[in-house]
């Protein structure tokens, strides 16, 4: 059953083709971006950053992707690929869901396992939700549907 404020799916499918091969194509975006940016702090930090490369990364993609999720309801990767995330009552996410989704999509990401359950969740579902999606009820949509 879906959110009367989200599209549905079956009648509004246009807001949810092609989603899924976006996500992928957003996520290779946004993490090049965020090893970029990682390379760049280690070479003006002299080393540092590279030295601390899981807590400067984790820092570092965390700001990025919630300032991104708050600001605008998509990252860069997403703004490329036209789609964004929308909260359960179809609005943009607010600081606190960007933060959520951000952490969970983060903690999963660190689990194998986890990130293979994720995947099969929006490979099976109609709404093509995610493990942080559904912890937020948010959705991944196409901008202009």
């Not at 091969?21 to 940016?37: E, H, N, Q, T, Y």
């Not at 606190?96 to 359950?117: N, Y």
């Not at 948010?138 to 202009?144: F, P, T």
Request: aromatic share 12%.
């Amino acid at each position: 059953m879906t959110n009367a404020s989200l599209p549905d799916p079956h009648y509004d499918a246009a807001f949810y083709d092609g989603v899924l091969p976006k996500r992928l194509f957003a996520w290779v975006i946004d993490a090049s971006l965020i090893v970029a940016g990682m390379i760049l702090l280690s070479i003006v930090t002299a080393g540092i950053a590279f030295v601390l490369w899981i807590p400067v990364h984790a820092t570092l993609a965390f700001l990025y992707r919630w300032t991104t999720i708050k600001n605008r309801s998509a990252t860069f990767g997403m703004r490329v690929m036209n789609i964004e995330l929308r909260g359960p009552n179809g609005a943009p996410l607010t600081s606190g869901e960007a933060a959520i989704h951000t952490v969970s999509f983060l903690g999963f990401a660190f689990f194998f396992l986890l990130q293979l359950v994720s995947i099969a969740m929006m490979l099976g579902r109609p709404l093509n939700r995610s493990l942080p999606d559904e912890i937020v009820g948010s959705v991944m949509l196409n901008r202009c549907a």
